[in-house]
């Protein structure tokens, strides 16, 4: 990244400062005291509620994580039509979609539906998933890996297969005595959303999975966790695995310019209940475990802080410079208006500043 995008580096601002940004949301709920998220219908309509209110306010997407067998959003094709037929600019996404758990051919229908609802503005993050709430989860939905196969590489397979029928060639046999007229030539899924096959992310943790998503034409997404393969601060590592990717990309000679994002946690604290919420995460720091056994892990450090102080940390963010697309981590069990409160304050304190609006 250049300088110049932002006060800390005073020659001007460049184009490539400017960053898309979209909140991301877990979708937790729970009968508890202290959520405004009580029940699954409170998840589902304060998210159709909260990405509208983003897109009036100036977001630039909606994303959500996908989760089974836990209080938390699970099948997001349902939400994410009904948040593009209530949008108009708003992008649409998710951060990620599990692909052990899907039908790959069903996906496509649904995914095409979702994006011709919204008029192509789907954004679809897919991977092969996080450890689950259930041991092998995804047999309980019919699936197993094949042959010589584990789960991981059942994952990618499945994300190959879905990526191919994303092209809208035909495939499959028609029957010579249909119930309706058939086109000719062999029959593609319908219906067919043209140019999403380039709107898919891949969720990479590693270096080696960053490559592979470039090699097959995606786009990447890295969250607040990945794999630790240098002992180096989170930010610096996943500012090196994106610059392994666009140079993967660039070798592998696609015609077009990959898009990047990268999560935060980043809390501006301008008042007392933004105090209340997270003055305690002004200190924090990355850290290092285990999210499977034997992979050591690091996780990205929040950003809590008066707006001043806040704009000087996120400006050594090495990764944040390097991607074109921030996601922030919305914490939405404290209800639509403050999570609004949450976004709007980055856009007015912090994003200009930075050069990202």
Same mark, same amino acid.
């Given at each position: ?10 020659? %001007?601002?460049?184009?490539?400062? /400017? ?7 877990? #979708?937790?709920?729970?009968?508890? &005291? ?11 309509? =304060? ?21 089974? !067998?836990? =209080? ?17 600019? $708003? ?5 990620? $979609? @599990? ?33 689950? =709430? ?5 047999? !309980?939905?019919?699936? %197993?890996?094949? @042959? ?18 994303? %092209? ?15 086109? &000719? ?14 709107? +898919? ?15 097959? #034409? ?8 990945? *794999? @630790? ?8 590592? =996943? ?5 392994? !990717?666009?140079?993967?990309?660039? %070798? ?20 007392? /209940? ?8 002004? *200190?924090?720091?990355?850290?290092? #475990?285990?999210? *499977? ?17 806040? +704009? ?7 990764? $944040? ?16 208006? !403050? ?19």
């Amino acid at each position: 990244m250049p300088p110049g995008c932002n006060k800390y580096f005073p020659v %001007k601002k460049f184009k490539w400062c /400017m960053k898309k940004i979209g909140f991301l949301s877990f #979708g937790h709920w729970a009968n508890h &005291p202290s959520y405004r998220v009580r029940s699954a219908s409170d998840t589902l309509l =304060q998210s159709i509620d909260l990405a509208v209110a983003a897109e009036e306010a100036g977001i630039d997407g909606a994303y959500f994580r996908v989760h089974h !067998y836990a =209080q938390q959003l699970a099948s997001p094709f349902p939400l994410l039509s009904a948040i593009g037929a209530k949008t108009s600019r $708003i992008e649409i996404g998710t951060a990620v $979609i @599990d692909m052990r758990y899907e039908n790959p051919l069903y996906m496509v229908e649904d995914a095409g539906a979702a994006d011709l609802i919204s008029r192509g503005r789907l954004q679809l993050g897919v991977s092969r998933g996080s450890p689950e =709430q259930v041991i092998d989860g995804w047999r !309980y939905f019919g699936y %197993k890996p094949d @042959d010589g196969e584990d789960d991981v590489a059942m994952g990618r397979r499945k994300t190959l297969e879905f990526l191919d029928k994303l %092209k809208g060639v035909g495939f499959a046999q028609p029957n010579p005595n249909p119930m309706f007229p058939n086109p &000719p030539g062999l029959l593609r899924l319908e219906p067919y959303s043209e140019g999403l096959r380039e709107r +898919i992310w891949w969720g990479a943790a590693s270096n080696a999975t960053a490559v592979w998503a470039a090699e097959h #034409g995606m786009n990447l997404q890295s969250s607040t966790l990945k *794999e @630790d393969e240098s002992g180096k601060p989170f930010h610096v590592q =996943q500012a090196e695995q994106i610059r392994v !990717y666009k140079e993967a990309w660039k %070798k592998a000679g696609h015609q077009r310019e990959p898009r990047v994002s990268v999560s935060r946690s980043v809390f501006a604290i301008v008042n007392d /209940m933004d105090r209340y919420y997270f003055g305690h995460e002004a *200190e924090r720091s990355d850290h290092v #475990g285990f999210i *499977e056994k034997n992979k050591r892990a690091i996780f990205g450090r929040s950003y809590a802080a008066e707006p001043e102080q806040l +704009i000087k940390e996120l400006a050594k963010d090495e990764a $944040i410079q390097e991607a074109d697309t921030l996601l922030l981590t919305v914490p939405n069990t404290l209800g639509v208006d !403050y999570n609004v409160h949450v976004l709007k304050s980055v856009l007015e304190y912090v994003a200009p500043e930075l050069g990202w609006r």
